[in-house]
């Protein structure tokens, strides 16, 4: 297989979707498992709350995983459109200001007349692309990735009510396995920016813990 497929293979998900996917299921799960009442919850209020937290997530990755799909077809379709009306012009003029939208608004700005010439001559070139086949096999890997890593999410923090001899046990280990899967989460995002990991750390965990708090008093 040849370099750029394997590489292009690999970022189905690059790492801040994965980390988003895995710290949404993880903030869906931690506010079934932080309603439950230390001093009041019994077995069947647990199995209640690990269910419900189990096909919420199930609910949620897949629609997280067809919303993935649907984002993905409506981009490839806008740079379907796009490549055909680069291909449609004949005014360099407005072939570079098509260039220029389409690019992140700072690149956009800042490209020069001869990197816009240089964009549309190597665009000019690619193949055509069917609009019917819009997605492929990869994109869909990737919505399984969004599905699976979502509805995996919540068992790192719910297993504990299933192993643990007492709820408030319990909920000790699954809030500390939270706050680890929180920090590691902000740690790769960190390492991902090239800016300090363990700031990062620390700050999706007191991200993710308001984003909790504020979820359950909103009634999530």
């Not at 806008?78 to 992140?104: D, M």
Request: proline share 4%.
């Amino acid at each position: 297989m040849p370099e750029a497929e394997r590489d292009r293979r690999a970022r189905v998900l690059d790492p801040v979707e994965r980390v988003s996917e895995v710290i949404f299921g993880l903030l869906m799960a931690l506010t079934f498992t932080g309603s439950l009442s230390v001093a009041t919850a019994g077995r069947d209020e647990v199995r209640t709350m690990m269910a419900a937290a189990l096909g919420c997530n199930l609910a949620w990755g897949l629609a997280d995983a067809v919303m993935y799909l649907v984002r993905t077809a409506t981009e490839r379709a806008r740079a379907v459109n796009l490549l055909a009306r680069l291909r449609g012009t004949t005014s360099l003029t407005a072939a570079h200001a098509l260039i220029a939208e389409a690019l992140p608004a700072r690149l956009g700005a800042g490209a020069t007349p001869v990197a816009l010439e240089s964009f549309r001559k190597h665009l000019l070139a690619l193949p055509e692309v069917p609009a019917r086949r819009l997605l492929g096999r990869d994109d869909f890997a990737g919505a399984l990735g969004v599905f699976l890593l979502v509805v995996l999410a919540t068992f790192p923090v719910v297993i504990p009510f299933a192993l643990a001899d007492t709820t408030a046990h319990a909920l000790r280990i699954s809030r500390i396995v939270a706050v680890a899967m929180l920090f590691t989460a902000g740690w790769v995002l960190g390492r991902y920016a090239g800016s300090s990991a363990w700031q990062a750390g620390i700050a999706m965990t007191a991200v993710g813990m308001a984003l909790v708090g504020a979820i359950m008093v909103l009634g999530g």
